[in-house]
């Protein structure tokens, strides 16, 4: 019985946060100190990534990289980013569902650590809080698989 017992731990799937991390922080003001004396109208342009690689054994490692480009009128007012990384231990899932884990339910873990990041990072730089929506990242996954399906249509 105690057999049966390990037998079914191992094939039960199991999540877990091991570590979260900045991998990489970056902020450049370019018309400092000419643009805090303009009147700020601000134009924020958001990009957002993720990537993953395996590591040792089931651990997992997830990056999601948040980049932000703030305008003001024509001029660059300042440039933002951070990866935001995570390790993850993933055993016993199918493919389809660590597929998911990776791409959306990490970075949807992430994403709170990263905004965090972003916002002091701006703050710093003096100028006014940043403030992102929440991210959806179940359906950029599911537009991103859509976008793949479709992808593999036309080249069939």
Same mark, same amino acid.
């Given at each position: 019985?105690t057999e049966?017992?390990?037998?079914?731990?191992?094939?039960? &799937?199991? /999540?877990?946060?091991?570590?979260?991390?900045?991998?990489?922080?970056? *902020?450049?003001?370019?018309?400092?100190?000419?643009?805090f004396?303009?009147?700020?109208?601000?134009?924020?342009?958001?990009?957002?990534? !993720?990537?993953?690689?395996?590591?040792? #054994? @089931?651990?997992h490692?997830?990056?999601? !990289?948040l980049?932000?480009?703030?305008?003001?009128?024509?001029?660059?007012? *300042?440039?933002?980013?951070?990866?935001?990384?995570?390790? *993850?231990?993933?055993? #016993?899932? @199918?493919?389809?569902?660590?597929?998911?884990?990776?791409g959306?339910?990490?970075?949807?873990?992430? /994403?709170?650590?990263a905004?965090?990041?972003?916002?002091?990072?701006?703050?710093?730089?003096?100028?006014?809080?940043?403030?992102?929506? &929440?991210?959806?990242?179940?359906?950029?996954?599911?537009?991103?698989?859509?976008?793949l399906?479709?992808?593999?249509e036309?080249?069939?």
């Amino acid at each position: 019985m105690t057999e049966q017992a390990s037998n079914a731990e191992n094939q039960n &799937p199991q /999540f877990s946060l091991q570590r979260i991390y900045v991998r990489d922080l970056s *902020f450049e003001a370019p018309k400092s100190p000419e643009i805090f004396r303009q009147e700020w109208a601000p134009n924020v342009s958001l990009d957002l990534n !993720t990537r993953q690689k395996q590591l040792d #054994g @089931d651990f997992h490692e997830v990056v999601l !990289t948040l980049s932000v480009t703030v305008k003001n009128g024509d001029e660059t007012a *300042f440039i933002a980013e951070v990866q935001q990384a995570g390790i *993850f231990l993933i055993k #016993g899932l @199918d493919a389809a569902s660590m597929s998911h884990t990776l791409g959306a339910f990490c970075p949807n873990i992430l /994403f709170p650590y990263a905004r965090e990041t972003l916002d002091s990072l701006v703050v710093r730089g003096s100028f006014p809080a940043l403030m992102l929506s &929440p991210v959806n990242f179940d359906a950029l996954y599911a537009q991103e698989l859509a976008r793949l399906q479709a992808a593999g249509e036309a080249q069939a």
